[in-house]
């Protein structure tokens, strides 16, 4: 749908934040003839984060973006998924596209976080070099006389027709516009980390995505490059009664780790062992909101609809908001408020859907059933069933940001 008059002003979109959700959207409205300015907090481009996975519905805007040959240089695809016994690291079920009978693509890409924000950050500046703007940190937004603000930190403002907050889980300016967001802890903290496969035995460099499954814990698996170097990105969430600390770049003490997963299997404690830095981190929500726009200002990503990562969606969604509002602003250039409107409609139930499976997800990888592999076996045959699959995953899978109404 677009409502756009040949020849109207494209407007000028004032960024915060120079993460995923960021530069998906500077590189979808540069592409589109938009003026985009991105202010970043950090001084450069960081390497925070071990790997993340990218499914079908996040490919999709990749490739609209034109970075479907840089992706698949950078790309470690699995040659299969599987979820194993925590005990034993026995593989019990199979789920990809063709076990599960799914009309939708289950393909993965699995690349570092790091690798991943380069080639987004590398296609902004290559169609607008001095798009991004580092070191300046922001504290807020607002609209005034007709015109959005991005407040700066120390004072000052960037000032253009619209201002997207892609600043994360601790947006200032979502606080700006809907007030504080108390965040709950969840009852898991999680553990992150990156093991050279030079390192590791040889099972460890089978090209899989697995998925370890226990009664209180979860860990999941999958080889990444850096480099043209090969490691293991894991991540691995945990039962805990409390935990103080939301940030994810908080160092983790190997005996910390190695005590959360006594008793698992040792393939998954060499990961530990053998990783260059652990990291952990408390998992907290918020109350989704059911709406994201105020006036002419707008939020993307964990900034607005940030989630536990059990169903692996949260940089789909981001990449998903980003382009959706690109094409809801391409749309309507000459009406940012109906824009906006029209960006809330497309994405709000969908994100705050998905943020709640998330959640749900936990009580399905962490189960009493999966203390004994007698009742292990027909617990992980009844979730992972090809059903099961389908159901969990094909809604989520099909979306195509880059062709939804809007």
Request: aromatic letters at 8%; charged letters at 25%.
């Amino acid at each position: 749908m677009t409502d756009s008059k040949p020849g109207a002003r494209k407007p000028h979109v004032i960024i915060a934040g120079a993460g995923m959700g960021g530069l998906t959207l500077a590189a979808a409205l540069l592409q589109k003839g938009f003026d985009v300015d991105v202010y970043e907090q950090s001084t450069e481009l960081r390497e925070v984060g071990a790997g993340l996975w990218i499914s079908a519905n996040g490919s999709k805007v990749l490739e609209k973006l034109g970075l479907k040959q840089a992706i698949e240089a950078i790309n470690l695809p699995p040659k299969d998924r599987v979820v194993r016994f925590w005990k034993t690291g026995e593989a019990h079920s199979v789920y990809n596209r063709d076990a599960a009978d799914s009309k939708a693509d289950h393909t993965l890409v699995q690349v570092l976080r790091a690798e991943l924000q380069r080639v987004l950050y590398e296609n902004v500046i290559r169609l607008k070099p001095d798009a991004v703007h580092f070191g300046v940190r922001s504290i807020g937004a607002e609209t005034v006389d007709g015109r959005a603000r991005l407040l700066l930190d120390g004072g000052g403002a960037a000032e253009g027709d619209v201002v997207v907050g892609c600043d994360g889980a601790h947006s200032r300016v979502r606080q700006s516009l809907f007030g504080p967001a108390p965040a709950r802890y969840t009852g898991a903290n999680a553990w992150r980390g990156l093991a050279p496969m030079s390192k590791l035995k040889p099972q460890h460099r089978q090209p899989l995505a697995s998925t370890w499954i226990g009664p209180t814990a979860h860990v999941t698996t999958y080889p990444v490059q850096r480099n043209g170097e090969e490691f293991v990105s894991f991540s691995a969430q945990v039962d805990s009664p409390d935990w103080q600390t939301e940030s994810w770049s908080e160092r983790g003490e190997l005996s910390d780790a190695l005590k959360d997963f006594e008793g698992w299997h040792q393939d998954i404690l060499d990961l530990f062992i053998e990783s260059e830095n652990l990291f952990r981190w408390g998992l907290f929500v918020r109350d989704p909101l059911d709406a994201w726009s105020k006036g002419r200002v707008t939020l993307v990503g964990d900034a607005c609809h940030s989630m536990t990562p059990y169903l692996g969606m949260g940089v789909n969604m981001t990449m998903e908001d980003a382009y959706v509002l690109a094409r809801s602003l391409e749309a309507s250039p000459d009406d940012i408020e109906a824009a906006l409107k029209r960006y809330d409609a497309a994405r709000v139930v969908r994100t705050n859907k998905t943020k709640a499976s998330s959640l749900d997800m936990l009580g399905i990888f962490h189960s009493p059933d999966l203390e004994r592999i007698e009742t292990a076996r027909p617990y992980i045959e009844k979730q992972w069933s090809p059903q099961a699959v389908r159901e969990r995953y094909d809604w989520l899978l099909t979306y195509d940001a880059t062709a939804v109404e809007i």
